[in-house]
C-alpha cells in the first residue's frame, strides 16, 4: 500500500514536493523499484523517474525532468519522496506514487495527488 | 523512446456487446505489455500484465492478445462497471510508457 502526502498548490518558480508512504513492504527491497508517475491532459500518463535498491542506490529519470527532478528514499521512516523544482504550470497534474517489482508493470498506485502550478 | 499508439480513441459499445480495444507499438516490446482501467476520479487499475494474464480479482470477460507490437484487448458481454478509459502499458523498456488512452462509452 502506498499513501501520499504533500501540497496540492505550488507557485510558479518554486519547488513541488510529495512523500510517498510506504506499508507492507520495504523501501530498501531488493525486488522493489519505486516509482512516480504524473497524469494530464495534455502529456497524458507520463513516467518521471524511479528509486531502487541493489546493494546500492540508484536513481533514473525521464529526459523532460531529469534537470529539475530528484527521488529520494527515506530508509529510517519507509517512503520515498519527489522534489520538482523550478515548476511552471506544464507541471500541473495528478502524481502517483507506484510500486513495480522486476517483472516490471506498476501495480499498486498511490492515491494521486493533485497539483496545481499556480500563482 | 518506445511510443505507444491506442486505436480508436474512443468507441461506443452497447452494454452485453463485445468491445475491441487495439495497442501498436513502436518497436517490439515482446510480452512486456498491461493494461489499465481508469474511471474518473479514480486511480488507474491494472487489469492485464504479460499480454494476457489476468491481475487479481479480475472478471474472466477481460482478456489481452497478442505480441511484439500488435496488442488487443478484449471485454466480452459488457457490463455498465466496465465504460472507462483504457491504458496500454509496456515495460519492456524504460523509459516506460503508455498509449494515450481509448474511452469506452456505453452505446
Known amino acids: 500500500q502506498l499513501q501520499q502526502s504533500g501540497p496540492g498548490l505550488v507557485k510558479p518558480s518554486q519547488t513541488l514536493s510529495l512523500t510517498c508512504a510506504i506499508s507492507?513492504?520495504?523501501?530498501?527491497?531488493?525486488?522493489?523499484?519505486w516509482n512516480w508517475i504524473r497524469q494530464s491532459p495534455s502529456r497524458g500518463l507520463e513516467w518521471l523517474g524511479r528509486?531502487?535498491?541493489?546493494?546500492?542506490?540508484?536513481?533514473d529519470y525521464a529526459v523532460s525532468v531529469k534537470s529539475r527532478m530528484t527521488i529520494n528514499p527515506d530508509t529510517s521512516t519507509n517512503k520515498f519522496s519527489l522534489h520538482l523544482n523550478s515548476v511552471t504550470p506544464e507541471d500541473t497534474a495528478v502524481y502517483y506514487c507506484?510500486?513495480?517489482?522486476?517483472?516490471?508493470?506498476?501495480?499498486?498506485w498511490g492515491q494521486g495527488t493533485l497539483v496545481t502550478v499556480s500563482s | 523512446e518506445i511510443v505507444m499508439a491506442q486505436s480508436p480513441a474512443t468507441l461506443s459499445v452497447s452494454p452485453g456487446e463485445r468491445a475491441t480495444l487495439s495497442c501498436r507499438a513502436s518497436?517490439?516490446?515482446?510480452?512486456?505489455l498491461a493494461w489499465y482501467q481508469q474511471k474518473p476520479g479514480q486511480t488507474p487499475r491494472l487489469l492485464i500484465y504479460?499480454?494476457?494474464a489476468r491481475a487479481t480479482g479480475i472478471p474472466a470477460r477481460f482478456s489481452g492478445s497478442g505480441s511484439g507490437t500488435e496488442f488487443t484487448l478484449t471485454i466480452n458481454s459488457l457490463q455498465s462497471e466496465d465504460f472507462a478509459v483504457y491504458y496500454c502499458?509496456?515495460?519492456?523498456?524504460?523509459?516506460?510508457?503508455f498509449g494515450q488512452g481509448t474511452k469506452l462509452e456505453i452505446k
Open positions: 507492507g513492504d520495504s523501501v530498501s527491497s531488493n525486488i522493489a523499484v
Open positions: 528509486t531502487y535498491y541493489r546493494s546500492k542506490w540508484y536513481n
Open positions: 502499458h509496456q515495460y519492456n523498456a524504460w523509459p516506460r510508457t
Open positions: 504479460a499480454v494476457s
Open positions: 507506484v510500486y513495480s517489482g522486476d517483472w516490471g508493470w506498476f501495480d499498486p
Open positions: 518497436q517490439s516490446v515482446g510480452s512486456n
